[in-house]
């Protein structure tokens, strides 16, 4: 038997190689519809496959701290993910609304710092007209649309149960809202790297590398569990038939969770 992290990082690139396959299929076929649910999937998978290659990069160097801010930001992506397309009837209604708040977000940003982004972005004022434009009509096209729904998504602790499946709700809990702690540099995550009594840093925090949740057994696998969503949701929203494939390797992947409590 080999080591366990192996055998899961082995069967992460197969993952990996899969979805790269999948989204070539996808490049391949003809007269695509178009949709803001096809344009949302498509950058959940194309930004998963990237984040997913420097997750495995940061495991093989056990740098574990922070391959768990890839995955606290993973997550999210699997909770939007999960928000948007579990009700089919909803997903280009939530697909709107995703492009409009991350355009809005950006307008709100280029204007509370406009002076600044001058300095190394001369034509930036010409960028925050069109955002302008650009958010003023889509949320008048969504009211035309959707008359009397806010264009506004609910915030990402509702988006997790709103969908009504249970593990994401525990995911928020356990990996969202745990790793904030590692994103925020809380002190409840920081004391794990000082010594209290002679208030000075530790050179090994063995509170992180002894700690289960912050095994990169653990990590590799609750992030496959993102991925596979994302990938099965891209299959289903181009009706690409990858499916058989696709469940084939996620037996695997349930079968690897033994593989956790080995040392």
Known sequence: MGDPLDELINTSYELLRLSKEVMHSCRLKKNKRISASRLIISFFLRRAQETFEAFLVLLRQHCVVDASLLLRSFAEVGINTAYIFYEE??????????????????????????????????????????????????????????????????????????TGINILDSFYNQ?????????????????????????EPLENPKDITESPLFDPKVLLFLFRIIYFEILKAFNNEYKLNWEKKIFELYKRHESEYSLLKKR
């Open 89 to 162: 009837k909803e997903k280009e209604k939530r697909s709107l609304q995703y492009i409009i708040e991350g355009d809005d977000a950006q307008r709100r940003l280029i204007a509370s710092n406009i002076e600044a982004f001058k300095e190394f972005d001369p034509a930036i004022e010409s960028r925050s007209r069109q955002l302008k434009e650009s958010v003023r009509q889509a949320k008048d096209d969504f009211e035309k649309n959707f008359p009397g729904v806010s264009s506004s998504l609910p915030p990402i602790n509702q988006r997790a149960t709103q």
């Open 175 to 199: 990996v969202y809202r745990f790793y904030s702690n590692v994103e925020h540099a809380s002190m409840f995550f920081g004391r794990n790297y000082v010594d209290e009594k002679k208030c």
